[in-house]
Each structure stands twice: as structure tokens, then as C-alpha cells.
């Protein structure tokens, strides 16, 4: 058990000191969302969507994201104690163009390389980036100091092609894919089973969406609305989720006493309402003290928990995680709209209370 324990710690520590050195690039991503959310055509209106200004806002707010490979490769890399710039590297080749537009998988020497989607995502390289110290180390040791300055992080990217692109950043994918369609057969036979399932994806959402295994289940929400019929399983958990990162940020403010901490624990709020950017909260305040991401759990499970009671139905995809999230749920009955409401705010406010008592009574130990 103390094992599993400081295994687990040890995981939660290189993920919070592999991802808060992103924070100032994701709520500055964020900001630039929320002047679109506030200012675009889905709000006020002053920025037509084929506007210049709405165009460059989109991309500068969007670099934040998609580029979060290159981003979480140096952190990590640099938190694994080896060549930051080998960490992005490492990341920039996970979403170069060539690889991302490929329609088929490659075959080199023999080894498949699957043609995957990793933009936006953090797990693949972060176990990438944890395995490449190891091989990193090893090079140093066994090739002569002269020539290390050439050779360690040639031969280190060269080991670490067939590692990371045949095995370790598929391997999300593969296990998502298992997962999602056992949640989906589970949360077809309708009853407690689909109740159940929603619970547990609004529990859970946050850890697959860094996985990037969320584009399976939003792949899916898009096949089901394409057909006609309606959601009602995946996006009302999301939606649950994202407030519940909201409340865990609302939590953590009441309970922090530092002004700077607080002032971030804030704009975090500010970019999962707002914004609809749920990524500040979730490395900026969960996993930096970690005790918050419990009762982010706790939300999301008791905000899906109440959406799939009450069956609420997703009918537009709005794929954001703000307010305007709200207008996913309009098109079916009046009721299934509050529902959501409701649940989002069960969700914000479970969170937010969990999280409160857990940082206070850990202060208090």
C-alpha cells in the first residue's frame, strides 16, 4: 500500500511540475477566448465571425492549445532533468502537419506507426518525455564526452521515434477507444446503467480529455447528432465537469490566503465561466495542490449524477465550456435546459465546498 502510495504521489508531482509552468501561457490563451466568447457573435455580436480581428483572436487564443505538446515537452523534459528543447522537439514532431494530415499509417523497418491526432493533448508526451530521460541518461554514459554535444540528442530522438510514436502515444488512444465503448454499451441499456455511466464520465472527464481521448467521445456526440437523434449520455457529463472545475477554483480561493494564489485561483474562474478554457483551473489549481482535484470529482460525479437522473439530452453541440455551453440543451423541452442549469450548478457547487473543506482540514493538520 505505501508503494502504491508513493507511486502515486510521485505521478501527481511530475504532472503538477510538468504542467504549472504552462499556467501563464493557458490563461493567457484563455483571456484572448474570452474576449471571442464576450465580444463574438454568439454574445454582443461586435465581432462578426469573418472579421479580421475575430480571425487573428481565434488563432492567438488557439496556439495556446493546440500547440501544447511543444509546450508540456519542454516543462517536462526539463522537470525529468534533460534538455527542454529535446521535450519540445519531441512534441513538435507528435503534431507536425505531415504527420497529423496523414491518412494512413506509415510502416518503417517493419514498425506500423499509427496515424493519430495528438494536438491539444498532454499524456502522450509527458510519458514520452519521463521515458526519454532514461534513454538521455544513457547515452551520456556510454558516449565520450567530446562528442555528446552531437550525438546524445541525435541518437536520443532516434531511439525515441519508434517508443514514443509506435507504442507510448498510441497507447492513449487505444486504451480510450476500449474505454469509450465500454462506457457507451453501458450507457445504452439505459436505466441506472446510463446514469451510472454519466456519473463516472463526469468524474473522470477531465483526466481523459488530457489523455485526448475526449475526441472519441466528441467524435461520437458529432456521429449521434449527424444521425438526428440526440446525446444523452457524454455531453451533459461534460458539461457537469467543466463547472465542477469552476467550483474546485471557487474552493481553492476561499481556502488559499496568499493574494497572489488567490488572484490566479480567480482568473481561473474567470476562464472556465467566461472563457469556457477549463485547462487553467485544472493544472494552475489541481494539480498544483492537488487536494482540489477530489472535490472536482466530486462535482462533476454529483452534477452528471443529477443530469442523468432528470435525462437530460444534448440537441446542438456547442463545444465549449462556459455559459454559452447552455445553448447545447435548447431545442428539446424547457425542462431539459434547466436540468442542466441545474446540474452545472450542482456540479460548481459540490466542488467548490469539497474543495474547500479538504485544503482547510489539510491546513489545520
Not at 490563451?29 to 457573435?41: D, E, N, R, S, V
Not at 466528441?218 to 456521429?223: D, F, K, L, R, S
Request: net charge neutral; aromatic share 10%.
Amino acid at each position: 500500500m505505501k508503494k502504491l502510495k508513493s507511486a502515486g504521489t510521485a505521478v501527481l508531482n511530475a504532472l503538477s511540475g510538468s504542467l504549472v509552468p504552462l499556467i501563464p501561457v493557458l490563461i493567457g490563451a484563455a483571456m484572448f477566448k474570452t474576449l471571442i466568447a464576450i465580444f463574438g457573435p454568439d454574445v454582443l455580436g461586435w465581432m462578426p465571425a469573418d472579421s479580421d480581428i475575430y480571425v487573428l483572436l481565434s488563432f492567438v487564443a488557439d496556439a495556446g492549445f493546440y500547440f501544447l505538446p511543444i509546450y508540456a515537452g519542454y516543462t517536462s523534459a526539463s522537470y525529468f532533468k534533460i534538455n527542454g528543447l529535446l521535450g519540445a522537439f519531441l512534441g513538435a514532431i507528435l503534431i507536425h502537419p505531415t504527420f497529423a494530415a496523414l491518412d494512413k499509417n506509415l510502416v518503417v523497418f517493419g514498425l506500423t506507426v499509427p496515424s493519430l491526432a495528438y494536438s491539444g493533448t498532454i499524456l502522450p508526451i509527458l510519458l514520452s518525455c519521463w521515458i526519454m530521460s532514461y534513454v538521455s541518461r544513457g547515452m551520456e554514459k556510454i558516449i565520450p564526452k567530446v562528442l555528446q554535444d552531437v550525438f546524445v540528442p541525435f541518437l536520443t530522438i532516434l531511439v525515441m521515434l519508434p517508443i514514443s510514436l509506435c507504442l507510448i502515444a498510441p497507447l492513449g488512444t487505444w486504451a480510450g477507444q476500449f474505454i469509450c465503448d465500454a462506457v457507451i454499451s453501458l450507457g445504452s441499456i439505459g436505466g441506472l446503467g446510463t446514469v451510472l455511466s454519466m456519473a463516472l464520465i463526469g468524474a473522470f472527464w477531465q483526466y481523459i480529455v488530457m489523455s485526448g481521448m475526449h475526441w472519441i467521445f466528441i467524435t461520437t456526440i458529432i456521429t449521434i447528432l449527424a444521425t438526428g437523434e440526440v446525446d444523452a449520455l457524454i455531453f451533459p457529463a461534460c458539461t457537469a465537469s467543466s463547472f465542477s472545475i469552476g467550483g474546485m477554483c471557487l474552493g481553492a480561493f476561499l481556502a488559499l490566503r496568499n493574494s497572489e494564489d488567490k488572484a490566479k485561483a480567480m482568473s481561473c474562474i474567470v476562464a472556465q465561466m467566461v472563457g469556457g478554457v477549463t485547462e487553467p483551473g485544472l493544472y494552475g489549481v489541481g494539480f498544483q495542490y492537488k487536494t482540489p482535484l477530489a472535490g472536482m470529482m466530486a462535482g462533476g460525479f454529483c452534477g452528471a449524477l443529477y443530469a442523468g437522473i432528470t435525462g437530460v439530452v444534448c440537441t446542438n453541440l456547442v463545444p465549449v465550456a462556459s455559459f454559452l455551453v447552455f445553448l447545447s440543451y435548447t431545442g428539446a423541452s424547457p425542462m431539459n435546459l434547466v436540468n442542466e442549469i441545474i446540474a452545472a450548478a450542482i456540479a460548481f457547487v459540490v466542488a467548490a465546498a469539497v474543495t474547500f473543506v479538504l485544503m482547510k482540514g489539510r491546513k489545520a493538520a
